[in-house]
Every structure is written in structure tokens, then in C-alpha cells.
């Protein structure tokens, strides 16, 4: 199994910085993939961000110029730094880990339990 582990949330006001760290452990072959989802309160999840294993990124339009992905493949960690924080961007932030068990194994994703982001105004 794969295990996806978040850590850095936690309450700043707005125009602060937060970094989220998220480690993938367990039986891994290889990591595709790295991506983080939001989910505010009342909402449906959303994609925030990804990066390819090439380090390729992709930014939601809103958070684009605030908020930075990147990952340490060695560690098998993916990070979203977060500046310039608004309230509107108050949720929990979820990692999603697309990675392969095996040489043979299929591709697949995994979820993180998700860490809560408040920002204050």
C-alpha cells in the first residue's frame, strides 16, 4: 500500500505565508504525478496544483503567481509553498500521489487525510 501524509496547515492572516509538505511512503516503484486538491467548506474538492516527474507544473487560474509546487523526488515529498494568502482560499488542502506499486503494477492514486488551511481577514 501507498501511504500520502500531509503536514503544515494551520491558521495566518490574510498577506501570510503558509508551506504544506505532504510524504509518500510505503511499496513504491515509481511516482508519477503529485498533485494538491482543496475542499472548502460546502464546496466540491478542487485541483490546485500539479507537477509531472519532469517537474512540469500546472497552477489553478486564482492561486496562479501565489502559490508554488514543488517536489523532492528522493523524498518522495511534494511541497506547496502558499504566499499572499486570501480568506477565500480557507479550506482543507488534500495531496493526491499517482504511483506505481511495481515495475508491472498499475498506475494509481492516492490520497492524502487533507490539512486545514484557515486564513483570517
Known amino acids: 500500500q501507498v501511504q500520502a501524509e500531509e503536514s503544515g496547515g494551520g491558521m495566518v492572516q490574510a498577506g501570510g505565508s503558509l508551506r504544506l509538505s505532504c510524504a509518500a511512503s510505503?511499496?513504491?516503484?515509481?511516482?508519477?504525478?503529485m498533485a494538491w486538491y482543496r475542499q472548502a467548506p460546502g464546496k466540491q474538492r478542487e485541483w490546485v496544483a500539479d507537477?509531472?516527474?519532469?517537474?512540469?507544473?500546472n497552477y489553478l487560474d486564482s492561486v496562479k503567481g501565489r502559490f508554488t509546487i514543488s517536489r523532492d523526488n528522493a523524498k518522495n515529498t511534494v511541497y506547496l509553498q502558499m504566499n499572499s494568502l486570501k480568506p477565500e482560499d480557507t479550506a482543507v488542502y488534500y495531496c493526491?500521489?499517482?504511483?506505481?506499486?511495481?515495475?508491472?503494477?498499475?498506475?494509481?492514486?492516492?490520497w492524502g487525510q487533507g490539512t486545514q488551511v484557515t486564513v483570517s481577514s
Open positions: 493526491y500521489v499517482e504511483a506505481r506499486r511495481s515495475m508491472l503494477a498499475a498506475t494509481q492514486g492516492y
Open positions: 510505503g511499496t513504491i516503484f515509481r511516482i508519477n504525478t
Open positions: 507537477i509531472t516527474s519532469g517537474g512540469n507544473t
